[in-house]
Structures are given as C-alpha cells and as structure tokens.
C-alpha cells in the first residue's frame, strides 16, 4: 500500500516556474514507477512525466518535454516534478501515481493516487 501526498502547486506567471513534490508513504515506495498526470477541465486526465524505480529511465508528454524535469529522491520516498518555462495550457490539477509498469503512460496503469495540486499559469 502507498500513500502519497502532492503540494507545491499554484499561481504563476507564464513563463514562471514549479516544482512539485510528492510524498509517499509505505515500505515499496522504491519499487513502483511513479508518475506526473494533469487533468483540465472538461478534459480528461493526461500523462505528463514518468520515472522508472531502476535505472531510473525518465519519460515526457512531447508537450512538457525540454520544460518539465521529473526526479526522485529514494531516501525522502520523494517525487519532483521541476517545471519551468510554464504556459497557460498547463493550468490543470497535477496527480502523482504510483505503479507497478515501468514507463506507464495511461491512468489505467497505476495503482495509487494522490489527491492532486492546482496549478494556474496566467497569461
């Protein structure tokens, strides 16, 4: 079982910058791959990044890719999501998810969920 727990979203300029941080709780935390998704509203819920447990290999939505940076810090049971060059088409609730499929890319393939962080980039 894996708890996680999403913060740092918020108001920001175009062009600004994020990070978001996800904390997770239980002992396998280091196994599962964990994931970045957005959800807009009216839209349905997007990958955005992903990080494998081994290795770790790194994936990125072509729309995030060269902006966005997704890292872990296995000792802190931690995942970021560093977001920069931000654009109003970002605005959206960020989920973090953790799974068993190494390079997942559908919310299907993700056990656990956190409770999501708004994100709001201003024109």
């Known amino acids: 079982q894996v708890q996680l727990v999403e913060s740092g979203g918020g108001l920001v300029q175009a062009g600004g910058s994020l990070r978001l941080s996800c904390a997770a709780s239980?002992?396998?935390?280091?196994?599962?791959?964990m994931g970045w998704f957005r959800q807009a509203p009216g839209k349905e819920r997007e990958f955005v990044s992903t990080i494998t447990w081994s290795g770790p290999s790194t994936y990125y939505a072509d729309s995030v890719k060269g902006r966005f940076t997704i890292s872990r810090d296995y000792a802190k049971k931690t995942v970021y999501l560093q977001m920069n060059s931000l654009k109003p088409e970002d605005t959206a609730v960020y989920y973090c998810a953790a799974g068993e499929q190494s390079g997942g890319r559908w919310p299907r393939q993700y056990d656990y969920w956190g409770q999501g962080t708004q994100v709001t980039v201003s024109s």
């Open positions: 239980g002992r396998t935390f280091s196994s599962y791959t």
